[in-house]
């Protein structure tokens, strides 16, 4: 398994000299693209579309027929790990996902058990397989894994919720049943991602999408701590190639330093914090991933391209050992405009080489 | 007009030694407290308890009989300002606030002029004053207002929204238009508080409930820049004494300096940013408030004065010019136990006390 004939994003992520910015969309496989929605109809649903191999393929690479992205990512849902765990994932019609067996007595929090990735999440290594084989080596494959503390949260409120009420009266009262579910948990992503890596993913990423719920001492204990040991455990070469590793807590923005400290090598960032802020503090010890509005891309044509340029710019010129991965903030709404997509994504192409090569960016110039 | 009789509050905000640190919560007045739903109900509607003064002020007293408060606020709701501008605020059931003519249309917003408080806002100015004849010199009360690009966000999306999309697409694509909204909302709102502190506002506080959603620039450019305008241009002393004003942006904690630096006396803080950390970056140059986690008030009484005093603990023990008042870092929620409010009052009171007075804290006692 040699690199990928495009390498960008891999070489980004390594802070190694890349020609051009590379680019790929959080959610880039989603609801905004009418192909895909015609795929889910024919799947029948969106469990039934993750859980099979051949057409979670065929949605993963539907971006990339269409845009010039420099990497795929695997089609599933953070919400696979629980299911697997026998807590009964279920999607009500415009309620977003919901479990049938939320976790709150203490016996079943003590029975709670990390499930064998390769028997009872088959479905994922397949489509992660089958991606690969179809991605022929065009670009790198992403896998991705929910954080403990965003997968703790949906299993014990049994869905989404506002405030993560239930989740942080356990976290306030019995913080032992928590970390309890949170150890399980993590040890099931570290099994979860490797099998993903021995599969065929070249990069992994994971989504701390609730993290930022917490007070900052919470943080650390609860979601951060969990991270790093899943980081400590995790496949970091494969075949002579580095897999990296992206985290990225939305809300995170206080607590890059300490994010950036867990082994990681890229840190994500959502659109709240300033990439030339974020390169400051923590640039020199990881690359990063983001930050673009999701919601720019509601904007004109040439206000996409402007505020696409805006986070190309607040990055500023590249030096030798400096990696940006340009990406949302967040997922890409399932409201966005397509042809938006591909103005986000030639921008970035053709903006950003102006930034590498060490040659110092024209003042002002676009 | 003296001081109160406990003015705890106003020297915490100015950093002037006191004996313990003061407390009041954000929503003090509010559907968590029986009482309130019964004033409510005969109220006829949420508005009605809005715009009747004698109302509002038997609501804005109610906490205080339950609990040892050290401030009062104002009740009253942040959409009174654009309603009075002729949006037509209502309150749909179960849904939110909403506006019956959102502004969206260019000649609308050339329109829109900033009401005269006296007139157009002379329920809120009554209540005011008839607030300050029944609390009698017991403690301050606090006057308020929502930020104006928190208040754009509801008068361009007409309610409540999760991504802001309209509002965020006139910032990216006609961000003169945006400009001229928060233009006139920014002279409205600088009217607007000090005509309460005319009527008898002894502190006041601008909520920034939507500022900690945009990127870093966009929030300097189109929420705190107007912050700052309507801070210079507000009554800072009244007979004699000084006027304290606190700016809260939720989700702003990576901001927090420039904040800091727009002439307040204190800064509100949500519960995702550490006091300590706070108080390192800002608190040689204004008071902080907040931050414990609202959902912490959902924990046993044991839970609550256990985060209550983490809370105290992280803010550390005071100097001869530290300054701290006790608050959630978001308003309470209206599914909160009354009685653990009393456990939180409580424990800030007694357990504060060893932070003041110049002694050093024993380490690890409480």
Redesign the interface.
């Known amino acids: 398994m040699a690199r990928p004939k495009n390498d960008t994003f891999l070489r980004a992520l390594l802070r190694q000299p890349v020609d051009y910015t590379p680019v790929w969309l959080m959610r880039q496989a989603g609801r905004y693209l009418p192909e895909y929605c015609e795929t889910r109809k024919r799947a029948g649903s969106f469990l039934s579309l993750c859980k099979n191999p051949r057409l979670a393929c065929e949605v993963t690479l539907q971006p990339l027929a269409r845009y010039n992205l420099d990497a795929a990512i695997l089609f599933s849902d953070i919400l696979t790990v629980p299911d697997a765990m026998g807590l009964g994932l279920y999607f009500a019609e415009g309620e977003g996902p919901k479990f049938e067996r939320p976790l709150r007595e203490e016996w079943a929090i003590r029975d709670l058990a990390a499930p064998d990735p390769h028997a009872h999440l088959r479905y994922v290594m397949d489509a992660v397989s089958e991606i690969r084989r179809a991605l022929d080596g065009t670009v790198p494959l992403i896998g991705f894994s929910g954080s403990p503390f965003t997968l703790a949260c949906y299993m014990v409120e049994g869905g989404g919720s506002e405030?993560?009420?239930t989740v942080?009266?356990m976290l306030?009262?019995r913080p032992d049943l928590l970390h309890r579910i949170l150890d399980v948990t993590a040890r099931a992503v570290a099994d979860y991602l490797n099998a993903q890596i021995e599969s065929g993913a070249q990069a992994v990423m994971i989504f701390d999408t609730w993290g930022?719920?917490?007070?900052?001492?919470a943080?650390q204990e609860f979601s951060l701590a969990y991270l790093r040991r899943i980081v400590d455990e995790l496949i970091r070469e494969r075949d002579g190639e580095r897999v990296p590793v992206i985290a990225f807590t939305k809300?995170g923005?206080?607590w890059l330093e300490s994010i950036a400290a867990i082994g990681v090598d890229a840190v994500g960032l959502d659109?709240?914090?300033?990439l030339g802020?974020a390169r400051r503090r923590i640039g020199d010890r990881v690359a990063l991933q983001g930050n673009l509005?999701?919601?720019?891309l509601?904007?004109?044509p040439e206000?996409v391209a402007?505020?696409t340029r805006?986070v190309l710019e607040?990055f500023g010129a590249h030096g030798p050992h400096s990696g940006h991965v340009f990406n949302l903030?967040h997922g890409i709404?399932q409201?966005t405009p397509p042809e938006r997509v591909s103005v986000l994504v030639d921008t970035v192409h053709q903006f950003s080489r102006r930034f590498h090569g060490g040659a110092p960016a024209p003042a002002g110039s676009d």
Do not use: I, M, N
Not at 212 to 217: E, F, I, T
Not at 293 to 296: I, K, L, S, Y
């Open positions: 405030d993560f009420r942080k009266t306030f009262d930022g719920a917490l007070p900052g001492w943080y809300g923005g206080q659109w709240t914090t300033d802020e509005d999701p919601v720019a509601f904007a004109s206000g402007r505020e805006r607040s903030g709404s409201f």
